[in-house]
C-alpha cells in the first residue's frame, strides 16, 4: 500500500524556537495533505488541509501565522511550529489521500515536546 | 450537530462476545466512509473501507446506513488484541474528518 513517511518521529526543543516536521508520500503523488494534532488521550483535530502549490487551508481556531504548511511539490508537505511553547507540546500527525477512494495513509506521527 | 460524532466508549467486553459501534455523520452529501483502529501512541491505521452494501473483512462487519446517516462496525469472537481505539472517518468532499474514537477494552 501507500506510504506516507514523517520526520522526525520526535523532538524536544527550548521555547521560543521553531520546529519544522516533514511529511513525505514515497510512493505516489499526493495533491492534498492533510494535517492533525493530538493531544494526549483525546482525539485526531484537524488542523489543516495543504494543497500542492496553493496556501493551505486553516480549521477554525487554527493559526496559521503559527503553524506554517508549505506543500512545495507532490511528494512533500511541511508544518513548521513558530515560537513554540509548552502549550504546542502535542502528537501531530500528517496523512495523504491516494487517488479518489478518500482513503488516508497516514505518517508516523511525530511527538513534539516544548520545554 | 457534530459533523461526526461516536460514543468515545469505553466499551468493556469479554473476550470472544460480540461487540458493534455506530458513528453518525452530518453532511449527506459524504462520499467515502472508513473505520481506522488507533493503538496507544500510534498513528491510526486503517482497519476497513464501509460500502454502500455493507463489506466483512473477517471477524470485522461494517456497514452504512444513508438514509440515518450512520456507520456500524461490528466484531465477532472479540480477541484481547482489539483492545483499540476505533476511528469513524467520513470523507465529506473538502476534507476528511475524524470522530473522537470509540475505545475498546477487551477483558480476559
Known amino acids: 500500500g501507500a506510504v506516507v513517511s514523517q520526520h522526525p518521529s520526535w523532538v524536544i526543543c527550548k521555547s521560543g524556537t521553531s520546529v519544522k516536521i516533514e511529511c513525505r508520500s514515497l510512493?505516489?503523488?499526493?495533491?492534498?495533505m492533510f494535517w492533525y494534532r493530538q493531544f494526549p488521550k483525546q482525539s485526531l483535530m484537524l488542523m489543516a488541509t495543504?494543497?500542492?502549490?496553493?496556501?493551505?487551508?486553516?480549521e477554525q481556531g487554527v493559526e496559521k501565522d503559527k503553524f506554517l504548511i508549505n506543500h512545495a511539490s507532490l511528494t512533500l508537505s511541511t508544518l513548521t511550529v513558530t515560537s513554540a511553547h509548552p502549550e504546542d507540546s502535542s502528537f501531530y500527525i500528517c496523512s495523504a489521500s491516494q487517488g479518489n477512494t478518500g482513503e488516508l495513509f497516514f505518517g508516523e506521527g511525530s511527538r513534539l515536546t516544548v520545554l | 450537530r457534530k459533523e461526526v460524532e461516536q460514543d468515545p466508549g469505553p466499551f468493556n467486553v469479554p473476550e470472544g462476545a460480540t461487540v458493534a459501534f455506530n458513528c453518525t455523520y452530518s453532511?449527506?452529501?459524504?462520499?467515502?466512509f472508513f473505520w481506522y483502529r488507533q493503538d496507544c501512541r500510534k498513528e491510526p491505521k486503517l482497519l476497513m473501507s464501509?460500502?454502500?452494501s455493507g463489506n466483512e473483512d473477517g471477524r470485522f462487519t461494517a456497514q452504512l446506513n444513508r438514509a440515518s446517516q450512520y456507520i456500524s462496525l461490528l466484531i465477532r469472537d472479540s480477541k484481547l488484541s482489539d483492545s483499540a481505539t476505533y476511528l469513524c472517518?467520513?470523507?465529506?468532499?473538502?476534507?476528511?474528518?475524524f470522530g473522537k474514537g470509540t475505545r475498546l477494552h477487551i477483558l480476559p
Open positions: 472517518v467520513v470523507n465529506m468532499g473538502d476534507k476528511i474528518i
Open positions: 495543504s494543497n500542492e502549490g496553493s496556501k493551505a487551508t486553516y
Open positions: 464501509v460500502y454502500s
Open positions: 510512493d505516489f503523488q499526493a495533491t492534498t
Open positions: 453532511n449527506s452529501a459524504s462520499q467515502s
